[in-house]
């Protein structure tokens, strides 16, 4: 009967090493991956910058970006377009770009974007104040409550 036992003790143990030795092997590759996906994230939004600024330049950007125009005439106030912008795109915003897409298309009467980009980021500050915006990172921002302080016609803020 001792005998047994040590076979089933031998044996156990030799499974819980190999799985071990498995789990180890795949935290290593998790480990991989997460790094991938960070050197990926920050290519592609490299790349997407250096787009946008090239597109900017030669005048294409108008061309092949969402119409904010149409979208943002219908706003009365900075703050409303800013929330509209930010609840496009799925409730975040960033400073840069909300101060690019209000400035070239001529919504923000500056004679210079560096104006018109500490207005954007003074009225992300004050809305973060009241509760509109919660800062998530340096010059970005999320919308909290996105829904009901756009979808409610009641709601005047």
Do not use: C
Request: aromatic letters at 8%.
């Amino acid at each position: 009967m001792t005998m047994g036992n040590h076979s089933y003790e031998e044996q156990t143990r030799r499974l819980l090493s190999d799985t071990i030795s498995e789990l180890q092997l795949v935290d290593a590759e998790i480990s991989k991956l997460y790094e991938k996906q960070t050197m990926l994230t920050k290519e592609r939004d490299a790349y997407q910058i250096a787009l946008d600024s090239y597109l900017r330049r030669t005048g294409k950007h108008v061309s092949t970006e969402f119409d904010w125009t149409k979208l943002l005439a219908s706003a009365e106030t900075h703050r409303d377009r800013i929330k509209l912008i930010a609840e496009k795109k799925g409730g975040k915003i960033k400073v840069t770009h909300a101060t690019d897409i209000l400035f070239s298309k001529g919504f923000i009467k500056a004679k210079k974007r560096s104006t018109a980009y500490v207005m954007v980021q003074g009225m992300l500050a004050d809305m973060t104040e009241t509760g509109i915006f919660e800062k998530v990172g340096p010059g970005e921002y999320k919308l909290i409550g996105a829904q009901q302080i756009l979808l409610d016609p009641g709601t005047s803020q």
